[in-house]
């Protein structure tokens, strides 16, 4: 067990819906992390959060948004679904800001219908 | 960010060691050499990580030659639970660098 949890684990939605993924990092980290891994692919980093401000983006789409709460919970929101978005969703968090030793959780599954 | 290079896949017996690769010819001067292992459906999870020389620790060990553009992860005796992709990171620690993941390695270990 990492201490990071992500829910839900398991998510079935429609096309055009839109859906939102949480992520509880371990206590005491203050980054959160969000990657996205399709089928066989390799872990696409979206964004990064640090201590509730953004710090860093990568290949997000403009159709996905996050934000890390004051008490330091991450949600990613997906919207305008479509079906090449179905992939696993990773958290992951660490302590500081750099690529230092991170925890990741065991992933949200979506699936888009 | 520098770019890592390594093996797309590799298979070993149970009970060989076990040695990945991995070329990051652009490494800066403040960046770390991070590994990770993944098995399928699963999140990374951290082995090792180091700067320079020789780090190891009860999973792996973690060679840098002086000139740090590569990095070797040695398994020692692999099992079958060691079947798993690999990834190399390099970045720097204490900035806002990103966790980027590359291709990693796909090792396959059989009886």
């Known amino acids: 067990d990492s201490g990071v949890t992500q829910t839900p684990k398991h998510l079935i939605t429609a096309t055009g819906q839109r859906v939102t993924l949480r992520c509880s990092p371990r206590?005491?980290?203050?980054?959160v992390y969000w990657y996205q891994q399709s089928l066989d692919q390799g872990l696409q980093f979206l964004i990064q959060y640090y201590n509730g401000e953004e710090r860093a983006k990568g290949n997000i789409l403009e159709r996905f948004s996050a934000q890390q709460f004051p008490d330091l919970h991450s949600e990613l929101n997906l919207s305008s679904l479509e079906l090449g978005d179905s992939a696993l969703y990773f958290c992951a968090s660490s302590i500081g800001q750099g690529a230092s030793e991170a925890f990741f959780g065991q992933g949200t599954r979506l699936t888009v219908v | 960010l520098a770019k890592t290079t390594q093996p797309i896949s590799m298979d070993s017996y149970e009970g060989q060691e076990v040695n990945i690769t991995c070329s990051h010819n652009?490494?800066?001067?403040?960046?770390?050499i991070t590994w990770y292992q993944q098995f399928p459906s699963q999140g990374p999870r951290f082995i090792i990580q180091g700067y320079k020389t020789k780090v190891t620790n009860e999973v792996a060990s973690l060679f840098i030659p002086a000139d740090r553009k590569s990095s070797t992860l040695s398994l020692p005796r692999v099992s079958l639970s060691d079947t798993a992709v690999y990834y190399c990171?390099?970045?720097?620690?204490?900035?806002?660098?990103?966790?980027?993941f590359g291709t990693g390695t796909r090792l396959q270990v059989t009886l």
């Open positions: 652009n490494i800066a001067t403040n960046d770390y």
């Open positions: 990171l390099v970045g720097g620690t204490g900035t806002a660098s990103k966790l980027t």
């Open positions: 206590s005491g980290d203050l980054s």
